[in-house]
């Protein structure tokens, strides 16, 4: 009988040790700073960083999510140009530490983060409340993602397909044209360098389906729209999009 209790004792300090350890993380250190965690986190960010985090704030372009200064709903380009997607949205703004993360993840190949990051994508959809049926992050050429060895929009939308269960499409969604990089090109060159830089394999994939986009930066939103117009035309129903950052730009208003 004593040796069962004894069993039985060593066995619930095994179960609480186990139970400890899932509960308070150990040697798990900050993406940012890289100082130890003193308690879980399900961004892996200390709190010390995540205040640091720019975060998108105040007045957005209802449709495009551009800063704006004044008054309106819409900023001059989505008021003269109609786009194809419904909405685009970010969490934080393409500076300080995010576009630290996001250089590390495309260039230094520290693919440890995306998991991580694709939390915030995450929670961006979940404020919104759009009603999503797919998921599709935006292709790279098939040259360029081979060299880099990953596509960095796939890997910042698993949070999607691994908490949602929603779908991701990478088939049917390619890029035919290998457009030279677009890091200083206005949005009426980048628009011009994307023309014709996608197409849909099976259009029915995704036809009459409430699409979402996945990418890692909105610029000027050229490849955002262009992607939209393509899948438009294969029948989705309406195409939404979620990067992580958006570039700051105080866009002047239309006050109609």
């Known amino acids: 009988m004593k040796k069962v209790f004894l069993f039985i004792k060593n066995s619930v300090k095994k179960l609480g040790a186990i139970f400890k350890n899932a509960l308070f993380i150990k040697d798990v250190k900050c993406i940012v700073c890289k100082l130890d965690l003193k308690e879980k986190n399900k961004y892996c960010i200390c709190d010390n960083c ?3 985090l720019p975060f998108q704030t105040g007045r957005v372009c209802y449709r495009c999510g551009n800063s704006m200064i004044g008054g309106g709903s819409y900023c001059l380009h989505c008021k003269q140009n109609q786009v194809d997607y419904e909405f685009a949205r970010s969490p934080f703004y393409y500076e300080g530490i995010i576009k ?18 694709s939390l915030f994508l995450l929670d961006e959809l979940v404020k919104q409340n759009w009603n999503i049926d797919i998921v599709v992050p935006v292709p790279l050429y098939i040259k360029r993602e081979k060299k880099r060895g990953f596509n960095q929009s796939y890997l910042l939308s698993s949070a999607f397909e691994k908490v949602l269960n929603l779908p991701i499409d990478t088939l049917n969604l390619i890029r035919t044209k290998n457009t030279p990089t677009q890091t200083k090109l206005t949005r009426v060159e980048r628009q011009t360098n994307l023309t014709k830089a996608f197409q849909v394999k099976n259009k ?8 979402l986009l996945i990418d890692d930066v909105f610029t000027t939103g050229a490849t955002i729209e262009e992607c939209s117009s393509v899948l438009k035309k294969a029948g989705a129903k309406n195409v939404y999009a979620i990067t992580l950052a958006h570039v700051k730009q105080e866009i002047p208003f239309e006050n109609k």
């Open 100 to 117: 630290s993360l996001i250089y590390k993840l495309k260039y230094n190949n520290e693919k440890y983060l995306a998991p991580y990051l």
């Open 50 to 52: 995540m205040k640091q």
């Open 204 to 211: 029915q994939v995704f036809k009459n389906k409430n699409v």
